[in-house]
Each structure stands twice: as C-alpha cells, then as structure tokens.
C-alpha cells in the first residue's frame, strides 16, 4: 500500500549556509536536490523551518529566516509549508511577525530551537504573551523538547492552544510526553529524533493516548528519513488506518489542509 507521508518536522535550505546537515560535505546537497530525494522516499509534502548561519542580530535573523521559508515556498510551491520563528526576548516584534505570517496565509510556527536563537525559557511571561497572540490566530506551535516543568507549565497555562512537541527521547522523557497529552487535549508529539527506533513505543503511545496525537517527522536534514518511514509503515504493530493517520492525517487535520 501507498501512503501519502507529510513530514511535519524538517528544516530547509537555500543554500550550504543554511543546511544543516553534519555530513553535507561534497553530497550535492541543493534544495531541488532534497526535493527529489524526500519525493523519492515517497515524501509529499515537508512542513517546518529554516535555520539560518549565525552573524546577523538577533532579531534580523529570526526575520530574515521567516523571509527565507516563504521564499523557499515561493520555490516548491504546495511541497512546502514553512514554519517560521519568534522570540521571548522580542515580544512586540514576535506579535506583529505572528500577524505578518498569518497574512501571508501561515499557521505554523516552529519548530522553535530556542538555543540556537539565545533563549532557555517556554515558562516565562514574555513567552506567555506571545503564546496568547499564536492562539488568537488559531497557529499551531511546533517546539524543540526542553526541560520537562517547564513544558509542563507552558501545557497548564495555554490548555486550548494547539502545541506540537519535538522528539520523544529516552523513556522517562517520553512518559513525559504522554502525561502532557493528558494535561491537554490540544498536545502532540512529532516523531522526529531520538525515540521511534525503540521496539513497540510507537504501539504503547498509541494504546495510551491514541493514534491521533503523533504526527510523521523525520528532522530532515540531521536525521534520514528512511529509518523514520520504516519506523512507521514497516511495524506490523500498527493498523493500517493508525499508520495513515500518522503519516498526514493528523498534519492535514491540524494545518487543515
């Protein structure tokens, strides 16, 4: 059986600056190059955002990667659904970004690498503000896994804001994870990274919480998305209909797409 795949966590490129892959050297690594690669794999759509070389101030590079994800779109067209970023340390410039992108018709932010733009913090104020501003434009948050009381509270505090986090890690992360989900009936957990290779933790998900709060992502270009495609259409633990919700169901009804 074909399935349709969207991959929900990935990052972009224009150029070798902004590529982040660890072994890029001398690979031919071009942005059409990886189009055909994740086509050929079977990928048909990708979401996610572009992180950009360091050099520019801070708040100029989180710009400029927002205008290099709708270029990128501008290039691939619907294969593409950028994600774009925002900053705690920016609260009235990450507000109008918020309103700027969803203009631009977008309701992805992330996924948000908050070390590699200087901040450490889901559970402060500012973020708090930014936070309410995502969910009056009805966006989907799309975040790196940090310290586990602080997701926590960043759950508590926005229960009806729709939050996607980033690689399930090690068991005791994962539970974490799972009791998260419990918190909030607007929680998910993309694939991508450390966690799908361990037997049957896809299955205990899915028997805990339900098939519909995972969604299919490989971190393209750090990770290779073969082991993630083979982590989920290739476990005969997994129904049929849980593999096709994982794959895009969940990404399309979330994006509405």
């Avoid at 994600?83 to 109008?96: K, L, T």
């Avoid at 948050?141 to 960043?154: G, I, K, R, T, W």
């Amino acid at each position: 059986m074909r399935y349709e795949i969207i991959d929900f966590h990935t990052h972009p490129y224009m150029d070798e600056s902004e590529n982040i892959c660890i072994y890029k050297a001398g690979s031919g690594m071009t942005l059409l190059d990886s189009v055909r690669y994740l086509q050929d794999m079977g990928i048909s759509r990708i979401c996610g955002s572009v992180i950009g070389a360091k050099g520019e101030k801070l708040w100029e590079r989180v710009r400029r990667d927002n205008d290099r994800a709708l270029e990128i779109r501008d290039t691939l067209g619907d294969f593409y659904i950028p994600g774009f970023h925002i900053h705690p340390d920016y609260v009235e410039e990450s507000c109008r970004e918020i309103e700027r992108m969803a203009g631009h018709g977008l309701r992805l932010i992330g996924e948000l690498v908050p070390v590699t733009y200087g901040w450490s913090d889901y559970s402060c104020a500012a973020f708090d503000e930014i936070l309410d501003t995502a969910q009056q434009y009805d966006m989907v948050v799309n975040f790196h896994s940090l310290d586990d009381d602080q997701m926590d509270a960043m759950v508590q505090k926005h229960p009806d804001l729709t939050l996607v986090a980033a690689h399930p890690n090690t068991l005791k992360y994962y539970q974490r994870h799972l009791d998260r989900m419990e918190m909030s009936k607007n929680y998910y957990l993309d694939l991508s990274g450390t966690g799908l290779f361990r037997h049957r933790m896809l299955r205990h998900g899915i028997d805990t919480r339900g098939a519909d709060r995972f969604l299919f992502g490989t971190d393209y270009p750090v990770c290779n998305p073969a082991m993630y495609i083979g982590g989920v259409v290739g476990d005969s633990l997994l129904s049929e209909s849980e593999k096709e919700q994982i794959l895009s169901g969940n990404a399309k009804k979330l994006l509405r797409l």
